[in-house]
């Protein structure tokens, strides 16, 4: 293939999976936030909604740091000859 089109393939994968994971952010913090949509957002819903954001990204990037720190373990544990 193509280096540039892999790349193009490559944003467009990113930017689905961005897509995806705005999406279950939206999903999970709106169906533990907001009760009743009003005409505007309560104090203590958009509380609720900034905390439920912030732990949801916290927690992916923690996720994310760990299972890459596992990957270069169990990458570098493994003898030459497997990857050959």
């Known amino acids: 293939m193509d ?4 790349q193009m393939l490559a944003r467009t994968l990113k930017s689905q ?3 995806k994971q705005i999406e ?3 999903e999970t913090c ?3 936030c907001v009760g009743y949509p009003g005409n505007k ?3 203590k819903t958009e509380y609720c ?3 439920c954001v912030s732990r949801y990204v916290d927690t992916s990037y923690f996720i994310g740091q760990n299972v890459q720190q596992r990957a270069q373990q ?3 544990s493994r003898p030459e000859s ?3």
Do not use: G, Y
């Not at 280096?3 to 892999?6: D, I, L």
């Open 82 to 84: 497997a990857f050959s």
């Open 74 to 76: 169990l990458a570098s």
């Open 17 to 19: 999976e961005a897509a």
């Open 41 to 43: 957002i309560d104090s």
């Open 24 to 26: 279950l952010l939206t």
């Open 30 to 32: 709106w169906d533990k």
């Open 3 to 6: 280096p540039r089109a892999q």
């Open 49 to 51: 909604i900034r905390n």
